[in-house]
């Protein structure tokens, strides 16, 4: 009885493993959220990192968080 029980163990577990051998190795998390604004309003507030702390849940969380602005004030070049 106990032969047979670890005979039904290993080959439920080699199942198991073989197929996990034939999934993909890719795993991808995927987020979304909904914004119910037009995008003139919203574009803004995220085009400009000097905008930031109004919207951004994080700048509460560190209040010793020091940030450093350079580049164009905006868009392409904005770091």
């Known amino acids: 009885m106990l032969t047979t029980i670890v005979i039904i163990l290993v080959v439920i577990i080699a199942a198991v493993l073989i197929y996990a051998a034939t999934r993909s190795n890719d795993f991808v998390v995927a987020r979304s959220a909904g914004i119910k604004a037009p995008a003139e309003v919203i574009f803004p507030l995220i085009n400009d990192f000097r905008r930031w702390p109004e919207w951004s849940p994080f700048e509460?969380?560190?209040?010793?968080?020091?940030?450093?602005l350079s580049g164009a004030e905006s868009g392409k070049g904005a770091t």
């Not at 509460?60 to 450093?68: A, G, H, I, W, Y």
């Open 60 to 68: 509460k969380l560190d209040p010793e968080m020091k940030r450093t």
